[in-house]
C-alpha cells in the first residue's frame, strides 16, 4: 500500500543562475510512504478501528494506488520508460 504526501518543492535547473522567484524553476515531487498491509492492520487495530474500517480503509488504498500509479504509467513518460 502506497501513501503520498503532500507535495514538497524541489528545484531542477542547476544551470545559469536562475531565478527562484521564477515558479518555473520549481517542480513538485511527491514524496512516498510505503507499509505492508498487515502492518497498517496492526496498527489500525491497535487504534482500535473496526474490522469492517480496517477492510474499507485497505480497500480505499489500494483503489488509489492503483489509481495513480497506472495513471502515471499510461502518460506519454511512463510508456517511454516502460
Given amino acids: 500500500l502506497l501513501d503520498a504526501f503532500a507535495p514538497v518543492k524541489l528545484r531542477l535547473s542547476v544551470y545559469g543562475q536562475p531565478d527562484v522567484t521564477d515558479c518555473k524553476v520549481w517542480q513538485e515531487l511527491r514524496l512516498v510512504h510505503v507499509i505492508a498491509e498487515t502492518d ?3 496498527i489500525s487495530r491497535a487504534l482500535q478501528h473496526s ?3 480496517i477492510d474499507t480503509l ?3 488504498l489500494r483503489g488509489y494506488t492503483a ?3 497506472c495513471g502515471i504509467r499510461n ?3 511512463g510508456r517511454a520508460a516502460a
Fill in 40 to 42: 497498517l492492520q496492526s
Fill in 51 to 53: 474490522e469492517n474500517r
Fill in 58 to 60: 485497505l480497500d480505499d
Fill in 67 to 69: 489509481e495513480m500509479f
Fill in 75 to 77: 502518460t506519454t513518460v
